[in-house]
């Protein structure tokens, strides 16, 4: 849920262009937060853009079209999936991208998870090469 959350925070940070903290305190009002994991939203919410200029890096390598040409909800999820694949190696590059396909199909276009499977799969054999490898002799 704290990924849900946070790929609709980081939409709304693209398309407004608000302070991150106004976003953050406007979720914890305004959404169902319950039975979010806060931390892990916040820490989403706020070093996805922080390290936006190397996460866009390794994204625009992999991309077939400029990176503004990119749906934004499946920009933000992208974003989102790559971060976890390079700051967060406890979380296995597998549910990374099966999350991140889980959330294209429910805010993405209509086959635009797709699309974000197949640039967190290439993510992942760049950012997770070894533990790619070895779950393809396994």
Known sequence: ????????????WEMSNNDLSDI???????????NVDLKYFKELLHKVPAHTDVIDEQ???????PMKEVDPVERA??????YE???????????VINESVELAKIFGAEDGFKYVNSILDG???????VEVAARKSS
Not at 24 to 34: A, G, P, S, T
Not at 59 to 65: A, C, F, K, T
């Open 85 to 95: 694949m390079k700051y967060r190696p406890d979380v296995p590059y597998k549910v």
């Open 24 to 34: 953050e305190q406007q979720f914890l009002i305004e959404q169902d937060m319950k």
């Open 77 to 82: 999820i992208m974003r989102l999936g790559v």
């Open 123 to 129: 993510a992942a054999k760049k950012l997770r090469a």
């Open 1 to 12: 849920m704290a990924r849900k959350r946070a790929v609709q925070a980081l939409y709304t």
């Open 59 to 65: 994204i625009n390598s992999l991309l077939d079209r």
